[in-house]
């Protein structure tokens, strides 16, 4: 069994920055691949940015050019570093983990809480 732990969500004024970070733990091949995705109220829950074991990443458009996702090969962890935040980004940020090849997304844990101000 996999388990996510998401953390440095909060409170930001537009413009401002956060990082948010991921820790996986538990069953997970060294070949897996690590995302974040968002739900804004009111809305569907989307990708936000992607990197694969190789270190390859893919954003959705809002996010490139603003956030950049990295990740901790050895400690199975990914941050999210987020720049520019502009009130439209307020959501819930959500890790998740495909924790070996084939494999689908895990169940959404808590996520953490991003909420930015203008």
């Known amino acids: 069994q996999v388990q996510l732990v998401e953390s440095g969500g909060g409170w930001v004024q537009a413009g401002g920055s956060l990082r948010l970070s991921c820790a996986a733990s538990?069953?997970?091949?060294?070949?897996?691949?690590m995302a974040w995705y968002r739900q804004a109220p009111g809305s569907q829950r989307e990708l936000v940015a992607i990197i694969y074991n190789d270190g390859r990443t893919n954003y959705a458009y809002f996010a490139k050019g603003r956030f950049t996702i990295s990740r901790n090969t050895a400690k199975n962890t990914a941050y999210l570093q987020m720049n520019s935040l502009e009130p439209e980004d307020t959501a819930v940020y959500y890790c998740?983990?495909?924790?070996?090849?084939?494999?689908?997304?895990?169940?959404w844990g808590q996520g953490t809480q991003v909420t930015v101000s203008s």
């Open positions: 998740n983990v495909r924790p070996f090849p084939g494999a689908a997304w895990l169940d």
């Open positions: 538990g069953r997970i091949s060294g070949d897996n691949v």
